[in-house]
T-cell receptor
Framework: KNEVEQSPQNLTAQEGEFITINCSYS?????LHWLQQHPGGGIVSLFMLSSGKKKHGRLIATINIQEKHSSLHITASHPRDSAVYIC???????????FGAGTILRVKS | EAQVTQNPRYLITVTGKKLTVTCSQN?????MSWYRQDPGLGLRQIYY???????DKGDVPEGYKVSRKEKRNFPLILESPSPNQTSLYFCASSFDRGLTQETQYFGPGTRLLVL
C-alpha cells in the first residue's frame, strides 16, 4: 500500500463546477504539499500545510491531521485549471518527501 | 528573477556514458533535491541536501550520485547510465525544512533517454 493515496485518479469537470481532490496518507507527517503540474511538464507549488486551511484565489486546501487526510478544492473551475495535481507529504521524523500518484484534472468549456 | 535552472533540458545518451545534469538556484536556499518522474510511478525522490556538504539518499538513489560543494548548485551524476534511468528529472529547492519556509521551487525538468 502506498503511503500517499490520491483520489480520484482522473477527473473530468465542466467549466464552473466545484472540484475536490482528496489525499490520504498513512504515516505521521510534519507537512503536506499540494503541487500542480502543467501539461507542459512544469511543477508549481500551490500550498504547504501543517494544519487547518489555506486559500489562494479559487483554490482552497484543508488538512485533518487526526484523520490523515487533505483535500484540494477548486471553485468555479476553468479550462486553464486542467493539470495534474499532486499531493506530497514530509514524514514527521525525516527529511524526505513522499508523493501521491497524482490526479489528472480536465476541465471542459 | 528567482528561479531553479536545470541543464540540459533534453538529453539522449547511450548506456554507460557518464553524464551530469546541473541544477542551480539563485534564492540562497538551503534545501535542494532531485526527483524522477515515471509514468504510473509518479514523482520519487532520488537524493536531497540539507546544506553544503550535507547530502542524503531519497527513495531511489541507486545509480546516481550528487554533490553539494556550493549552496547554489546541486548536480546529479549518472556514472554509468542504463535504460531504466530513462525518465523526467526535476530539481527543486526550498529555503529550509522549517514549516514556514518549505515551499518547494521546481526546475523546468530534464528529459533523459538512455539507449
Amino acid at each position: 500500500k502506498n503511503e500517499v493515496e490520491q483520489s480520484p485518479q482522473n477527473l473530468t469537470a465542466q467549466e464552473g463546477e466545484f472540484i475536490t481532490i482528496n489525499c490520504s496518507y498513512s504515516v505521521g507527517i510534519s507537512a503536506l504539499h499540494w503541487l500542480q503540474q502543467h501539461p507542459g511538464g512544469g511543477i508549481v507549488s500551490l500550498f504547504m500545510l501543517s494544519s487547518g486551511k489555506k486559500k489562494h484565489g479559487r483554490l482552497i486546501a484543508t488538512i485533518n491531521i487526526q484523520e490523515k487526510h487533505s483535500s484540494l478544492h477548486i471553485t468555479a473551475s476553468h479550462p486553464r485549471d486542467s493539470a495534474v495535481y499532486i499531493c506530497a507529504v514530509r514524514e514527521e521524523y525525516g527529511n524526505k518527501l513522499v508523493f501521491g500518484a497524482g490526479t489528472i484534472l480536465r476541465v471542459k468549456s | 528573477e528567482a528561479q531553479v535552472t536545470q541543464n540540459p533540458r533534453y538529453l539522449i545518451t547511450v548506456t554507460g556514458k557518464k553524464l551530469t545534469v546541473t541544477c542551480s538556484q539563485n534564492m540562497n536556499h538551503e534545501y535542494m533535491s532531485w526527483y524522477r518522474q515515471d509514468p504510473g510511478l509518479g514523482l520519487r525522490q532520488i537524493y536531497y541536501s540539507m546544506n553544503v556538504e550535507v547530502t542524503d539518499k531519497g527513495d531511489v538513489p541507486e545509480g546516481y550520485k550528487v554533490s553539494r560543494k556550493e549552496k547554489r548548485n546541486f548536480p546529479l551524476i549518472l556514472e554509468s547510465p542504463s535504460p531504466n534511468q530513462t525518465s523526467l528529472y526535476f530539481c527543486a529547492s526550498s529555503f529550509d525544512r522549517g514549516l514556514t519556509q518549505e515551499t518547494q521551487y521546481f526546475g523546468p525538468g530534464t528529459r533523459l533517454l538512455v539507449l
